[in-house]
């Protein structure tokens, strides 16, 4: 279950050096979609982040991916993707682990204060919904229909630790 993370932990982009979480969070909330790119359950899952990801790049929240691989493995999973939207590597499941993630695909609310707002984990379209309301509710935004025809059928996800992980 999501937890609120320490306040240094290191969120590093793929263009450009890591900055502490506080850092991140200065001026807009955190929205991201915590990734394996070795798993099948985040290869379903990617159309759908995209799109909910999408519709909140000009509300007052900062969108990102968060992967577990390297800069290159993030760049070969998220295609294009990982050119437009901002994309944290976390290679060692250091932040997956710091934000207390079991299940990947997630989608993680973070407010300001740096705490996790809500959180969704494995995918479970009425929770991932009730994350994209409330992002919506505080950046006074409109949410994305979650699901949408398209988007897969639920499924628990994959350990956030990796295959031998026994979160």
């Known amino acids: 279950m999501a937890a609120d993370p320490p306040q240094d ?30 798993t099948n359950e985040s290869a379903w899952i990617l159309p759908t982040a995209i799109r909910i990801l999408s519709t909140f790049e000009q509300s007052d929240a900062r969108v990102a991916f968060l992967v577990a691989g390297t800069p290159e493995e993030c760049e070969m999973f998220l295609g294009r993707h990982s050119r437009d939207t901002l994309t944290f590597s976390d290679p060692d499941r250091v932040a997956i682990k710091g934000f207390g993630l079991e299940r990947l695909p997630a989608f993680v609310h973070l407010a300001m204060d740096g705490t996790v707002a809500n959180a969704a984990e494995g995918w479970n379209p009425p929770e991932w919904q009730a994350v994209a309301d409330h992002l919506a509710l505080v950046t006074s935004w409109k949410a994305p229909n979650v699901p949408v025809a398209k988007d897969p059928g639920p499924f628990e996800g994959s350990p956030a630790l990796g295959a031998t992980s026994n979160a």
């Open 9 to 38: 932990l290191v969120l590093t982009p793929l263009a450009g050096e890591g900055r502490s979480l506080g850092a991140w969070l200065t001026t807009f909330h955190l929205a991201f979609v915590a990734l394996d790119p070795f």
